[in-house]
């Protein structure tokens, strides 16, 4: 639903009202079927109208003052007067009148010879009719004045007088206009305070789940307390805590696993390169020699980097900038050709653990200056708070198949990152490593109309 909000708090304000507004209506279209077959008036506004009747007999009939009591329990839709005689003329009673007219008798506690008489007709604003005011009301402004309904009763007492009343009945449409102009709208304001409240105690411990999420995916340990409040919201803290524990000790566990057959192969090694040095033929021995250096150097990245990742370096917040400098003088001092350039402010800080950053860094740009001259650009990303780097090399590119190919561990291309120009082809796979565990990711790109570019995101 596009029309919604988009935060929680939001839609749970904005459905929340959407159901006052409906249970509203839904009560307004059953009060509309509710109603006798032929009814003129609502049955509600007939109880109402019983009810006052009832209070203004008891009234009459043991007040010694009927006459001033009952003028005050008169309101603007319903009088009531005493008078000698009941009012002359009434029509014929009709089927709702008959019913009425029994139920008050039931209600007054009268036996069926005791006179009660009921008149429903039409009045206009400000006319009297045989005496009785007929009263402005609800229905007057919604409605012209031809449309209003006068509800006359006249009962007789026990003293021989009659009382008189007439009542404008609250029809179903001033009940509908009552309902939207107050009911619904004072009903709004707190419900869209409650909702208000409610989501704000909800979204407090998501945007702590959120954040946390984020230092967990540069590296960070974070144990989240359980919330006070809702259960539901402690499981979801307790799961998250959980899954934290689970990967570490599975991280935990592949890292050792690494470093250990890493360690054990340096034995065995060392062994064949000493026996190595005792074959005579000279080109089987160099080239036994150069298998088994390579090999060496491949179990020392490996040791290297499972040492690296077993160190569990702390994350802080270091100036962006400077990071990505201090790799780029180190490739300069080499006398590697590698030009930076960068559009943050210098006091931008991210947060990551640096060594570790600073290693997939360094293997993408010491990659690159093997084709010649490298250019680093720093930038913001397209996303808010997002930094961006690039890394562009002028070397020979890469088949677009094989843009994902060179991530992989001892990944190496013939035509374009063939063994004379180094590398193992772990290089890349471990700048992904260190990049993917800040959160971020890299990706290589041909550019026109020759070279390579590496793009590196890390999130904010």
Not at 3 to 13: D, E, T, V
Request: glycine letters at 8%; charged letters at 25%; proline letters at 5%.
């Amino acid at each position: 639903m596009k029309w919604l909000p988009r935060s929680l708090s939001g839609q749970l304000i904005a459905l929340w009202l959407l159901a006052l507004v409906a249970a509203h209506v839904i009560a307004v279209v059953a009060l509309t079927w509710w109603r006798a077959d032929n009814a003129t008036i609502h049955p509600l506004s007939i109880r109402t109208i019983e009810t006052r009747v009832l209070s203004a007999y008891r009234v009459a009939e043991r007040s010694a003052d009927a006459e001033a009591v009952l003028k005050d329990i008169s309101l603007p839709d319903t009088t009531f007067t005493l008078a000698i005689h009941p009012l002359a003329g009434f029509p014929e009673t009709g089927e709702q009148e008959a019913a009425i007219a029994k139920r008050l008798r039931t209600l007054l506690g009268i036996s069926n010879d005791v006179p009660v008489y009921v008149r429903l007709e039409r009045v206009g604003p400000g006319a009297l009719e045989g005496g009785r005011p007929a009263h402005r009301n609800g229905l007057d402004h919604a409605f012209r004045s031809d449309h209003a309904w006068g509800l006359d009763i006249d009962v007789r007492l026990p003293n021989g007088q009659w009382l008189l009343s007439r009542s404008l009945p609250t029809m179903l449409p001033a009940h509908w206009s009552r309902v939207l102009s107050f009911s619904l709208l004072v009903g709004m304001l707190p419900t869209a305070l409650i909702a208000l409240l409610f989501g704000r105690r909800i979204m407090r411990p998501l945007r702590n789940l959120t954040e946390a999420s984020k230092r967990v995916s540069r590296g960070e340990q974070v144990i989240l307390p359980a919330p006070d409040g809702l259960s539901g919201i402690r499981e979801i803290t307790q799961a998250f805590n959980d899954m934290q524990a689970s990967l570490t000790r599975f991280v935990n566990g592949r890292t050792q696993m690494v470093a250990a057959i890493g360690h054990d192969l340096r034995t065995p090694l060392t062994s064949l390169r000493i026996r190595a040095e005792f074959i005579d033929d000279e080109p089987l021995r160099d080239a036994m020699v150069q298998t088994l250096d390579e090999m060496s150097i491949m179990v020392e990245e490996i040791l290297g980097f499972a040492r690296d990742d077993a160190l569990r370096e702390p994350t802080q917040d270091v100036c962006f900038e400077e990071l990505v400098r201090e790799v780029v003088d180190q490739q300069t001092i080499q006398g590697r050709s590698v030009s930076f350039k960068s559009e943050l402010a210098s006091d931008v800080l991210y947060r990551c653990r640096p060594v570790h950053l600073k290693r997939g860094l360094g293997n993408i740009i010491d990659n690159a200056t093997r084709f010649g001259e490298v250019r680093v650009k720093v930038r913001s990303d397209a996303v808010p708070g997002a930094l961006r780097i690039e890394v562009d090399d002028s070397g020979p590119g890469i088949d677009p198949e094989h843009l994902e190919q060179v991530f992989e561990p001892f990944a190496r291309l013939d035509a374009a990152r063939s063994t004379e120009t180094g590398g193992l082809g772990l290089g890349l796979a471990i700048a992904r490593s260190c990049i993917r565990a800040h959160g971020g990711d890299v990706t290589l790109h041909n550019r026109e109309p020759g070279g390579l570019r590496a793009v590196i995101e890390l999130p904010a």
